[in-house]
């Protein structure tokens, strides 16, 4: 049985994409520039809004980041759905962390909002995934509420963020 971490930092999230963490044909994340944190700060399976676990994880903003030069030029913000992506990823990730198995996609979110944006100002990315339910089966199927910080203030929320663990087989 993998031992499991209550935090991870770069390095352990590169061997997440290399599908060294989880094994292979298990969930990964996306290796840079798509993979959207620095380090994963807090993980728990107790804990979160609704105590069915927790995800935190931080991004340090730099000025030379891939997305700013080309969106927008001269009014340079990180899209919304890199953000969003970043949430997707954390909850795949929470899912792999478990133990369970299969390749973590992306299926859905309920409500999205965006009260502000990530500028090259903008110092630290904090996200936060408080996990809802966790169905297992022949799907595994996460769902989570989410939240993106700017320098400490909440500027992006999500509810209902759906990962589903799909194995080769099913696919």
């Avoid at 061997?15 to 944190?37: D, H, S, T, V, Y």
């Avoid at 965006?114 to 904090?126: A, G, Q, W, Y």
């Amino acid at each position: 049985m993998l031992e499991r971490q209550s935090s991870y930092d770069y390095e352990d999230l590169l061997k997440c994409g290399r599908g060294e963490l989880f094994g292979p044909g298990n969930a990964q994340l996306p290796l840079p520039p798509m993979l959207m944190f620095d380090r994963i700060t807090q993980i728990s399976d107790t804990g979160g809004e609704f105590d069915k676990g927790l995800v935190r994880a931080e991004l340090d903003i730099k000025e030379d980041l891939w997305f700013f030069p080309c969106h927008f030029q001269g009014d340079p913000v990180m899209p919304g759905c890199l953000g969003l992506d970043a949430l997707w990823q954390m909850t795949g990730f929470f899912l792999g962390w478990l133990g369970e198995r299969g390749r973590g996609r992306a299926i859905s979110t309920g409500e999205i909002k965006f009260s502000k944006m990530v500028t090259p100002s903008t110092k630290l990315v904090e996200y936060g995934v408080d996990i809802k339910r966790v169905r297992t089966g022949r799907l595994v199927l996460g769902i989570a509420d989410g939240w993106l910080k700017a320098d400490g203030e909440t500027i992006y929320q999500a509810k209902d963020l759906r990962v589903g663990l799909f194995r080769m087989e099913d696919a």
